[in-house]
């Protein structure tokens, strides 16, 4: 079964330190893999997305994210976090041929001054 | 502006009553899907649809019904058969096929007293 793992569900940082918020998913066939971020009592917003090409992606508010096969993983990072960046943060996959996104739990990003 | 529009924000329902949410978008998307966000459990879907007229039960399917009338409305009833209706849920917009960026509405909250 399709699965994604957020293994960390809250992360506290100071503010313009560096974070990384982690995600693993269940296989290794083709993957589109999603970063969405939520803040409280709204929608989700679209980070970034991978579908193909480089492994490095660039998104929103200085947002990036790797994408490694080998480790079935597609970690968030960003060099320096600020006060606005407190959200909740979902990691997602489709498998190719398929249109339905599965998530993970969430993580909470909590910048503190 | 073109997007996703959920009404009400905010449901109260009595047990035993059933509720409709309604979801529209202007977006021209073909796909819609309905997903509930419970805390700590991510976003898990519980029905999607690709075309007019047809709809398909996510993973937890159980006490909800839909329909798919209008390529632009995709209303979701909570019935008296689901068991804790109490959530957040959210509704979301697609181009046909994978990889394509899924768009979401600001939610509605469900609460059952």
């Known amino acids: 079964a399709q699965s994604v793992t957020q293994l960390d569900s809250q992360v506290p940082v100071f503010e313009e330190a560096p974070v990384e918020l982690r995600c693993n998913y269940s296989s290794s066939v083709s993957v589109y893999l999603f970063w969405y971020v939520q803040y409280p009592n709204q929608g989700l917003q679209l980070l970034l997305k991978y579908l193909s090409g480089s492994t490095l992606v660039k998104g929103i508010n200085g947002f990036e994210a790797e994408f490694n096969k080998s480790q079935t993983s597609f970690h968030l990072r960003k060099p320096s976090v600020h006060i606005s960046d407190t959200a909740e943060y979902f990691c997602a996959v489709s498998y190719t041929g398929f249109q339905k996104l599965v998530f993970g739990t969430g993580t909470r990003l909590l910048v503190s001054p | 502006d073109g997007g996703i529009t959920q009404s009400p924000k905010y449901l109260f329902r009595k047990e035993g009553q059933n509720v409709t949410l309604s979801c529209e978008q202007n977006l021209n998307h073909d796909a819609m899907y309905w997903y509930r966000q419970d805390p700590g459990q991510g976003l898990r879907l519980i029905y999607y649809?690709?075309?007019?007229?047809?709809?398909q039960k996510g993973d937890i399917a159980e006490g909800y019904s839909v329909s798919r009338e209008k390529k632009e409305s995709f209303p979701l009833t909570v019935t008296s058969a689901q068991k804790n209706p109490t959530a957040f849920y959210l509704c979301?917009?697609?181009?046909?096929?994978?990889?394509?960026?899924?768009?979401f509405g600001e939610g509605s909250w469900l609460t059952v007293v």
């Open positions: 649809s690709q075309i007019v007229n047809d709809f």
């Open positions: 979301a917009s697609s181009m046909q096929g994978s990889g394509n960026t899924i768009y």
